[in-house]
């Protein structure tokens, strides 16, 4: 079991910049692979992100790829998303999520942990 609390979120500009936080309870956090995902009002929940275990491997969505930046911290047991050149459709909340194992997935179907989220507002 590993509980994860997400962090980072707010309003801001079109244009800006965020850094979300996503710590976990877990001593062995080396051992998941995590992700970030968003959900925007009234719409389903969307793959943002992911990275391996060590960190080696990373995939983003198409929307997000050049703007984000997924990474992790092993020994603080917690793994970050920059969020640069925000635009208002990436208004959502911003939940990470951790699966066990090395290989990294889109699909939230293959993440057995979920933190409560973070509102992420960005006004045009």
């Known amino acids: 079991q590993v509980q994860l609390v997400e962090s980072g979120g707010g309003l801001v500009q079109a244009g800006g910049s965020l850094r979300l936080s996503c710590a976990a309870s877990?001593?062995?956090?080396?051992?998941?692979?995590m992700g970030w995902f968003r959900q925007a009002p009234g719409k389903e929940r969307d793959f943002v992100a992911t990275?391996?275990?060590?960190?080696?491997?990373?995939y983003y969505a198409d929307s997000v790829k050049g703007r984000f930046t997924i990474s992790r911290d092993n020994a603080k047991n917690t793994v970050y998303l920059q969020m640069n050149s925000l635009k208002p459709e990436d208004t959502a909340v911003y939940t990470c999520?951790?699966?066990?194992?090395?290989?990294?997935?889109?699909?939230?179907?293959?993440?057995?942990?979920w933190g409560q989220g973070t509102q992420v507002t960005v006004s045009s």
């Open positions: 999520a951790a699966r066990v194992g090395r290989s990294i997935y889109s699909s939230g179907d293959e993440y057995s942990y």
């Open positions: 877990r001593r062995t956090f080396s051992s998941y692979a």
């Open positions: 990275i391996s275990w060590s960190g080696d491997s990373t």
